[in-house]
Nanobody, 116 residues
């Protein structure tokens, strides 16, 4: 059974940086395109960044140029480097496969709070 464990969140001032990690177990991680999602209070979960099995990346317009997604298939881990953080980036961040057809059970996520 697939397990996803997100970590690396925290409280940061506007303009600051954080690096999130997502460790996956129980699956052939390297064959899946993976994504980072976020859910802010009162809003729907949204996909903010994705990376294919071969390393091609895509980003939501709201984070383009500030966030970088990467993966280490040997470690079954996907990362999200977040720079120039804004208060509107405040949310719980989750990882999962990019395609809803292959979703694993959602993890607990990691809270990111951007505030002065």
């Amino acid at each position: 059974q697939v397990q996803l464990v997100e970590s690396g969140g925290g409280l940061v001032q506007p303009g600051g940086s954080l690096r999130l990690s997502c460790a996956a177990s129980g699956t052939i991680f390297s064959i899946y395109a993976m994504g980072w999602y976020r859910q802010a209070p009162g809003k729907q979960r949204e996909l903010v960044a994705a990376i294919s099995s071969g390393g091609s990346t895509s980003y939501a317009d709201s984070v383009k140029g500030r966030f970088t997604i990467s993966r280490d298939n040997a470690k079954n881990t996907v990362y999200l480097q977040m720079n120039s953080l804004k208060p509107e980036d405040t949310a719980i961040y989750y990882c999962n496969t990019e395609s809803p057809r292959t979703y694993a059970a959602w993890g607990q996520g990691t809270q990111v709070t951007v505030s002065s």
